[in-house]
């Protein structure tokens, strides 16, 4: 158990529609990274907050959306789900300095758009 | 722009065999990981390797790297079936960010 968390566990919504997914880092740190994993396009990076602002952008679509509260937790906003946005989305955690970078990867959210 | 090259994709070996898996990277890194990653699970961190010639060793599973050829190898030595998992090696993009670049994967089958 890495210590980050990510809600829900499976989610299966239609086309068009717009879901949230949560995740809650391991205590302390203040960095939250997403990646989207799907058979096409691989493990890539989508975004990064650190204590509350974004810090790097990579591969998001204009459709997502993200943002970091001020207790660390990160919600990921996906609207318009296209069949093709349906993949494995995991957070992953670290302290966030540049001693301590590790980052620990949650259980993932699997999203299926039908 | 950093890309990250993991060969073999799928890798069949049979129980009681050595292989390597190899993974290049594009441009200067400080930071290589290897992940493990069993069918709809998570990230599971094996190793991490910092330096140039870090050679990292857990049971049958022993990762090097060599920053000046922007290589690293992840070497199964004996393998058993409990290892079949796809591997992947993930390159950090330093600067302020940190986010990590993956390789493709290997799926590894290990046969009795």
């Known amino acids: 158990d890495s210590g980050v968390t990510q809600t829900p566990k499976h989610l299966i919504t239609a086309t068009g529609q717009r879901v949230t997914l949560r995740c809650s880092p391991r205590s302390g740190d203040l960095s939250v990274y997403w990646y989207q994993q799907s058979l096409d396009q691989g493990l890539q990076f989508l975004i990064q907050y650190y204590n509350g602002e974004e810090r790097a952008k990579g591969n998001i679509l204009e459709r997502f959306s993200a943002q970091q509260f001020p207790d660390l937790h990160s919600e990921l906003n996906l609207s318009s789900l296209e069949l093709g946005d349906s993949a494995l989305y995991f957070c992953?955690?670290?302290?966030?300095?540049?001693?301590?970078?590790?980052?620990?990867f949650g259980p993932g959210t699997r999203l299926t758009v039908t | 722009e950093l890309k990250v090259e993991q060969n073999p994709l799928f890798l069949s070996m049979q129980e009681g065999k050595n292989y390597t898996i190899y993974c290049n990277y594009s441009t200067t890194s400080d930071r290589l990981y290897w992940y493990r990653q069993d069918p709809g699970k998570s990230l599971e961190s094996l190793f991490v390797?910092?330096?140039?010639?870090a050679v990292k060793q857990e049971g049958r599973l022993m990762a090097s790297l060599d920053t000046k050829a922007r290589l690293s190898t992840l070497h199964i030595t004996a393998a058993v079936h409990d290892l079949s998992a796809t591997y992947f090696c993930a390159v950090d993009s330093g600067g302020a960010t940190n986010k990590l670049i993956f390789g493709t994967g290997t799926l590894l089958a290990v046969q009795p």
């Open positions: 390797l910092l330096s140039n010639g």
């Open positions: 992953a955690s670290s302290p966030g300095s540049q001693f301590s970078y590790e980052q620990y």
